[in-house]
């Protein structure tokens, strides 16, 4: 009976309660007992799941009652005349559908089912005391009952459930599909994780497609003998592969915008102020827009002191942003450079291999733990900016964290290329860092997870046995909310309240084309052993994301965001760092003379950057059929305003004098 209700309805969220005790009859009125009422009486399909030691209710709910709570919340949606207009059930023909189908997307849906959730509330005018065991809950007058449950942790979690039809079809067509390479059910992917993931993986294909030019023209200037043209060789391939780390970064923007025109968003999810992308429950957290949503709502009484206020706010989040920029700024400077050049400095001097590698075990050891209290420390500064919404806030944490992890993975590098200008030392580093640490890095990243997993299961036998007082028998999980429950959560290694694990994955692929791109000159191989990775990186996030781990939570946010500028800035690293590496390449004696050889470094460098920062007016962002497609939604929009405006003017002068005095 189970299984065909699995096969009905498509349960996407779980709730874990503690389990019932066994003097407990069915019948009996607890707190969960109450909510589960509750959540019937807002037409969500319930099942009960009871586990080892604790139960599960899945939650499923029919098209209807998603499309009232898209009506009740104002979502607006595209229809089939291009037209973004407010949902309305009635009407439900009139709105354009999901590229697998569907109505709403996936994170429309997770969104509408916290609202639908943490919308059961309190609706008397007394405090209401429901029973757990032997404890009593007072659930407030106008106070959500999930947030009350939770808070006296009778809720332990809420979480998204992995749907198995669409699991399963994920793993056939994407995970365990080695044949097709970069290749990747982009579309499957939205409708399933929602659209940052989807965006994050278009972004891994497109980048490790792109990546076979430079690998190839890698093998062939690394294993090729050129003779007497082999001093020409490394600047052609530097020049070669600026060009297109360039062209890469501008051909994304384009694709980036026929996802978004394919996937009918319009605007990038979560740009407008106020909009919080972090699905928040009233009441827990003050929102960092909370005064300035405060003041547009009461803009217009009093317009001098308004512009006071806003000046007020304007400037003070600007200084409490640029404040914990020079904390962190001043922190790398003054703690973590002294600590790198040391390092950097003790590398060079050890004489033995074994040493070497000790210390860069020790190394490794110390500096992930200076970073993660960077992290933290950045996301207590961050808590105190006025950023517009989720997502800005995690592209500050992202800016400041990525200057941490820039000094430590380059700054040693930097220091054998500038003063030792030992390129033999130069290139052993680069093969360390690059290729072992990629290795040991996927290593952990994907047996983490199974660690995790079998740990938290052995806790739950061990309490099971326990309690009932036996140690024989091995316990077995039967239900399938159950493992998904133990598994763990796709969450960042540091600041898991504004990122996701994604931070993780692109911290590590934004790392991998700093390397390869900054040291080009020095280690021309390590293209080809970078799309050999990320080829590898695709398959292994897939099975990490659906077997793995629990179901992420979906982001809206439609863009790689911050990550993109850090690319575009470690292009312009890379032209400066490649042509000093060309520099002390061809200026053996150290004389920085080498005329006209110096003058032609120059040029090329700056020639480079000019064609960086050029090429963007050269390619548009946007395809010409997107951007003729958004034109005419727009001029179509335009004329039906136009034609309501004059409907109402021509209803006569005392309508038209209403309508401008509400304007002023």
Same mark, same amino acid.
């Given at each position: 009976?189970?299984?065909?209700?699995?096969?009905?309805?498509?349960?996407?969220?779980?709730?874990?309660?503690?389990?019932?005790?066994?003097?407990?009859?069915?019948?009996?009125?607890?707190?969960?007992?109450?909510?589960?009422?509750?959540?019937?009486?807002?037409?969500?399909?319930?099942?009960?799941?009871?586990?080892?030691?604790?139960?599960?209710?899945?939650?499923?709910?029919?098209?209807?009652?998603?499309?009232?709570? +898209?009506?009740?919340?104002?979502?607006?949606?595209?229809?089939?005349? &291009?037209? @973004?207009?407010?949902?309305? $059930?009635?009407?439900?023909?009139?709105?354009?559908?999901?590229?697998? &189908?569907?109505?709403?997307?996936?994170?429309?849906?997770?969104?509408?089912?916290?609202?639908?959730?943490?919308?059961?509330?309190?609706?008397?005018?007394?405090?209401?005391?429901?029973?757990?065991?032997?404890?009593?809950?007072?659930?407030?007058?106008?106070?959500?009952?999930?947030?009350?449950?939770?808070?006296?942790?009778?809720?332990?979690?809420?979480?998204?459930?992995?749907?198995?039809?669409?699991?399963?079809?994920?793993?056939?067509?994407?995970?365990?599909?080695? $044949?097709?390479?970069?290749?990747?059910?982009?579309?499957?992917?939205?409708?399933?994780?929602?659209?940052?993931?989807?965006?994050?993986?278009?972004?891994?294909?497109?980048?490790?497609?792109?990546?076979?030019?430079?690998?190839?023209?890698?093998?062939?200037?690394?294993?090729?003998?050129?003779?007497?043209?082999?001093?020409?060789?490394?600047?052609?391939?530097?020049?070669?592969?600026?060009?297109?780390?360039?062209?890469?970064?501008?051909? $994304?923007?384009?694709?980036?915008?026929?996802?978004?025109?394919?996937?009918?968003?319009?605007?990038?999810?979560?740009?407008?102020?106020?909009?919080?992308?972090?699905?928040?429950?009233?009441?827990?957290?003050?929102?960092?827009?909370?005064?300035?949503?405060?003041?547009?709502?009461?803009?217009?009484? @009093?317009?001098?002191?308004?512009?006071?206020?806003?000046?007020?706010?304007?400037?003070?989040?600007?200084?409490?942003?640029?404040?914990?920029?020079?904390?962190?700024?001043?922190?790398?400077?003054?703690?973590?450079?002294?600590?790198?050049?040391?390092?950097?400095?003790?590398?060079?001097?050890? &004489?033995?291999?074994?040493?070497?590698?000790?210390?860069?075990?020790?190394?490794?050891?110390?500096?992930?733990?200076?970073?993660?209290?960077?992290?933290?420390?950045?996301?207590?500064?961050?808590?105190?900016?006025?950023?517009?919404?989720?997502?800005?806030? +995690?592209?500050?944490?992202?800016?400041?964290?990525?200057?941490?992890?820039?000094?430590?993975?380059?700054?040693?590098?930097?220091?054998?290329?500038?003063?030792?200008?030992?390129?033999?030392?130069?290139?052993?580093?680069?093969?360390?860092?690059?290729?072992?640490?990629?290795?040991?890095?996927?290593?952990?990243?994907?047996?983490?997870?199974?660690?995790?997993?079998?740990?938290?299961?052995?806790?739950?036998?061990?309490?099971?046995?326990?309690?009932?007082?036996?140690?024989?028998?091995?316990?077995?999980?039967?239900?399938?909310?159950?493992?998904?429950?133990?598994?763990?959560?796709?969450?960042?290694?540091?600041?898991?309240?504004?990122?996701?694990?994604?931070?993780? @994955?692109?911290?590590?692929?934004?790392?991998?084309?700093?390397?390869?791109?900054?040291?080009?000159?020095?280690?021309?191989?390590?293209?080809?052993?970078?799309?050999?990775?990320?080829?590898?990186?695709?398959?292994?996030? +897939?099975?990490?994301?659906?077997?793995?781990?629990?179901?992420?939570?979906?982001?809206?946010?439609?863009?790689?965001?911050? $990550?993109?500028?850090?690319?575009?800035?470690?292009?312009?690293?890379?032209?400066?760092?490649?042509?000093?590496?060309?520099?002390?390449?061809?200026?053996?004696?150290?004389?920085?003379?080498?005329?006209?050889?110096?003058?032609?470094?120059?040029?090329?460098?700056?020639?480079?950057?000019?064609?960086?920062?050029?090429?963007?007016?050269?390619?548009?962002?946007?395809?010409?059929?997107?951007?003729? #497609?958004?034109?005419? #939604?727009?001029?179509?929009?335009?004329?039906?305003?136009?034609?309501?405006?004059?409907?109402?003017?021509?209803?006569?002068?005392?309508?038209?004098?209403?309508?401008?005095?509400?304007?002023?």
């Amino acid at each position: 009976m189970n299984e065909h209700k699995e096969e009905e309805h498509d349960f996407e969220i779980a709730l874990t309660v503690p389990k019932r005790k066994s003097q407990e009859g069915v019948g009996d009125e607890s707190c969960v007992e109450f909510l589960v009422n509750e959540l019937l009486k807002i037409g969500l399909i319930v099942e009960r799941v009871v586990g080892v030691t604790d139960e599960f209710i899945k939650l499923a709910a029919p098209p209807e009652i998603l499309g009232r709570a +898209a009506a009740e919340l104002k979502v607006k949606k595209p229809t089939h005349i &291009g037209m @973004d207009l407010q949902f309305d $059930w009635e009407e439900v023909d009139a709105f354009a559908q999901q590229p697998d &189908g569907t109505l709403f997307s996936w994170c429309e849906r997770f969104r509408f089912y916290r609202y639908l959730i943490y919308g059961i509330v309190n609706k008397s005018n007394s405090t209401l005391i429901l029973k757990y065991h032997d404890k009593e809950i007072h659930w407030e007058a106008g106070e959500p009952l999930l947030q009350r449950l939770e808070a006296d942790c009778i809720v332990k979690l809420v979480f998204p459930l992995h749907v198995e039809t669409k699991r399963k079809n994920l793993l056939r067509v994407w995970a365990w599909n080695w $044949w097709d390479f970069t290749n990747q059910p982009i579309d499957e992917i939205y409708s399933y994780f929602g659209t940052k993931m989807a965006v994050y993986f278009s972004f891994l294909g497109m980048y490790t497609r792109w990546m076979l030019f430079p690998a190839g023209l890698g093998l062939i200037v690394d294993l090729v003998d050129f003779g007497s043209f082999q001093l020409l060789v490394l600047p052609i391939f530097f020049v070669s592969v600026v060009l297109w780390a360039v062209m890469f970064s501008q051909f $994304w923007k384009r694709k980036n915008s026929a996802l978004l025109s394919r996937w009918q968003l319009s605007f990038p999810m979560g740009a407008y102020p106020g909009y919080d992308l972090g699905y928040k429950i009233p009441g827990r957290e003050r929102n960092s827009l909370q005064s300035s949503v405060e003041l547009i709502s009461k803009w217009g009484r @009093d317009k001098t002191n308004d512009k006071e206020q806003f000046q007020r706010e304007e400037w003070f989040g600007t200084l409490m942003r640029f404040r914990n920029d020079a904390i962190i700024i001043l922190s790398i400077i003054c703690l973590q450079l002294p600590f790198e050049l040391a390092y950097a400095h003790l590398y060079e001097v050890v &004489g033995s291999d074994s040493m070497k590698f000790g210390l860069t075990a020790v190394y490794l050891f110390l500096i992930q733990y200076f970073t993660r209290i960077g992290g933290k420390i950045s996301v207590q500064l961050i808590n105190n900016e006025n950023n517009a919404n989720r997502e800005y806030r +995690a592209d500050s944490l992202v800016y400041k964290v990525f200057g941490l992890y820039f000094m430590q993975s380059y700054i040693g590098i930097f220091y054998h290329a500038l003063l030792h200008r030992n390129l033999k030392t130069l290139r052993q580093l680069l093969i360390q860092r690059l290729i072992v640490s990629e290795v040991l890095e996927n290593l952990w990243e994907n047996s983490l997870p199974y660690i995790k997993y079998s740990y938290k299961k052995y806790k739950v036998r061990k309490k099971s046995k326990f309690e009932k007082g036996s140690s024989s028998g091995k316990i077995q999980f039967k239900s399938r909310v159950e493992k998904e429950f133990l598994k763990p959560a796709y969450s960042a290694s540091i600041g898991e309240e504004l990122e996701d694990g994604l931070f993780d @994955d692109l911290l590590e692929l934004t790392l991998q084309f700093g390397m390869i791109m900054m040291f080009a000159c020095a280690f021309p191989l390590a293209f080809a052993f970078a799309a050999l990775n990320n080829v590898t990186e695709i398959r292994t996030d +897939a099975l990490k994301l659906l077997v793995m781990m629990k179901r992420p939570v979906p982001r809206e946010a439609a863009t790689i965001g911050a $990550w993109l500028n850090i690319f575009q800035f470690l292009i312009v690293m890379s032209i400066c760092t490649n042509s000093v590496l060309l520099v002390c390449l061809y200026d053996l004696e150290g004389k920085w003379r080498i005329e006209p050889g110096l003058a032609a470094i120059l040029v090329m460098e700056h020639l480079l950057l000019l064609i960086k920062f050029g090429f963007s007016r050269f390619v548009p962002e946007e395809p010409a059929w997107v951007r003729a #497609n958004r034109v005419k #939604n727009a001029t179509h929009v335009h004329d039906m305003y136009s034609k309501h405006l004059l409907r109402s003017i021509s209803g006569g002068e005392g309508k038209f004098s209403r309508i401008m005095k509400k304007r002023e």
